[in-house]
């Protein structure tokens, strides 16, 4: 552990959700879900208005359309949360350059790898409180929690206690004070059959963990969980904020409405996924020698097939025909409700590959499974009018679709700099009406901000 709190963890609220709050004047402050919109849908992340009817992140969308019939279930934005967590994540650099994010909302800071004086609390109070100020100015409306402590789990639990839009500085010294009364299970690892084991010890709070006989802990959780949840009890953690979390690999998946059985329709997709995660690879600048792709069937059964090049490559070419390939080899009867690419066993160079065909005969690893549809759904053509999508028309302006179906497209014309605006039914096909190019932020990022 750290002399000093230090270590700064800062999670954006209700990211998704609040984007959307934020760019769709008419939903701000109603409760917003945004997700999977079909029958097979996830929800990804709902608004504090949406939390109040006990919907969650990870749960059915069927089953939060119970809970809150009346709340907006949007199908997502991509572009547009990368777009916020970017500036974000260029203000935690200009704090240090010491910065590990956890995805697109939360990121750890090393305050101390910034030069940041840490021994006065009313200094990181006031480091905290702008900083809270400034994610809010420069991406227009958001709100960020924010804890700072002597570790990384300290920092963490800080921004979960604080949430939804405060701050929590825990001083070097009164970290037993704080996790003590606790429940167990906000202790890292502890989970639901972790959970069930300490149960069954007697052990309720962190305090119970406090306690409890490392001996007995090891005895039950194994050497490496009982020995870490021993440690973590007493707060002793010296996890390093860790400047660049290399990248194991990177994926693309649809998930589909109904399922996909036109196999042209299903290269088209395979392709044109291996082109997003070929352009990702290079921004990178890696190399890839392993190329996959995932098949769900209408079953739920879970096809995994992978190839490893005999080099290194970065070029879309190469990928869609190592994954046109792997999908050409395997029956989809019935049709298919998930297709994915991906790739992996990263290098830093390109290694030539001297004599390849998309026809090549190679080995495949492959395994199969049983498993739960993916949470995320992804656009799919440009006229599959999705709630929440941006739309542009000749006479009516920029908008977003509000719905769509039996030939008629419902969407309303506002954006977050206009204020609420009218609803419109247009014909899903007017030649007036189109997918609209994402909104400029006014806040402009540096040119390297994204390295």
């Keep these: 552990m750290r002399a000093t709190p230090s270590i700064l963890h800062l999670d954006l609220d209700a990211f998704y959700a609040s984007i959307e709050q934020r760019d769709k004047p008419s939903l701000r402050g109603k409760p917003v879900v945004v997700g ?4 097979r849908g996830v929800v990804a992340t709902a608004s504090y208005e949406a939390r109040v009817f006990g919907v969650r992140s990870a749960m059915s969308t069927a089953e939060a359309r119970r809970r809150a019939p009346h709340a907006a279930y949007l199908a997502g934005r991509f572009d547009a949360y990368r777009q916020s967590s970017r500036i974000v994540m260029a203000l935690l650099r200009e704090l240090s350059p010491v910065v590990e994010p956890l995805g697109l909302d939360e990121a750890y800071v ?16 006031d480091l905290v409180t702008g900083l809270r100020a400034e994610v809010g100015r420069r991406t227009e409306g958001l709100r960020a929690s924010v804890g ?42 502890v989970g639901p059959a972790t959970m069930d084991r300490l149960t069954r010890l007697g052990i309720a709070t962190v305090a119970d963990l406090q306690r409890a006989s490392p001996k007995e802990l090891v005895r039950e959780l194994g050497q490496a969980a009982g ?5 973590l009890a007493f707060a002793r953690d010296d996890r390093p ?27 088209a997709v395979i392709e044109r996924d291996a082109a997003t995660v070929a352009e990702r690879l290079r921004k990178t600048g890696l190399f890839t020698r392993t190329v ?39 029956e989809t009867p019935g049709g298919v409700r998930l297709l994915g690419v991906g790739v992996g066993n990263f290098t830093a160079a390109a290694q030539e590959e001297l004599f390849w065909a998309e026809d090549e005969p190679s080995s ?27 739309v542009e ?30 609803v419109r039914s247009l014909p899903a096909d007017d030649p007036g009406l189109r997918p609209a190019p994402l909104l400029p932020m006014a806040w402009q990022l540096p040119q390297d901000a994204d390295h």
Excluded: C, N, Y
């Excluded at 860790?242 to 059985?261: C, G, N, P």
């Design 393 to 422: 028309h000749d006479l009516h302006g920029r908008g977003w679709v509000w719905g769509a179906g039996h030939g008629v497209v419902t969407v309303r014309f506002e954006t977050r700099l206009t204020g609420v605006g009218p």
């Design 364 to 390: 495949v690893d492959e395994q199969v499974v049983r498993s739960v549809p993916a949470m995320r759904r992804r656009f799919g053509a440009e006229r599959d009018w999705l709630p929440g999508m941006e």
């Design 148 to 189: 700072v402590g002597s570790s990384k789990f300290i920092a963490k639990l800080a921004s979960e206690t604080a949430k939804p839009d405060g701050q929590l500085v825990v001083p070097a010294g009164a970290e037993l004070e704080m996790i003590s009364p606790l429940p167990v299970r906000v202790v890292p690892g």
């Design 36 to 39: 999977g919109i079909g029958g």
């Design 241 to 267: 904020v860790q400047h660049v979390r290399e990248a194991k690999s990177i994926s693309v998946e649809d998930t589909f409405a109904t399922d996909l059985v036109d196999p042209a329709e299903m290269v």
């Design 227 to 231: 020995t870490v949840l021993h440690e």
């Design 292 to 330: 996959s792709i995932k098949v769900r069937l209408g079953d739920f059964t879970t096809w995994t097939r992978s190839r490893t090049l005999d080099g290194a490559t970065d070029s879309t070419e190469r990928i869609r025909a190592v994954a046109r390939g792997l999908l050409a080899g395997l």
């Design 110 to 125: 090393d305050l101390a790898a910034g030069g940041l004086g840490t021994d006065e609390p009313a200094g990181l109070v």
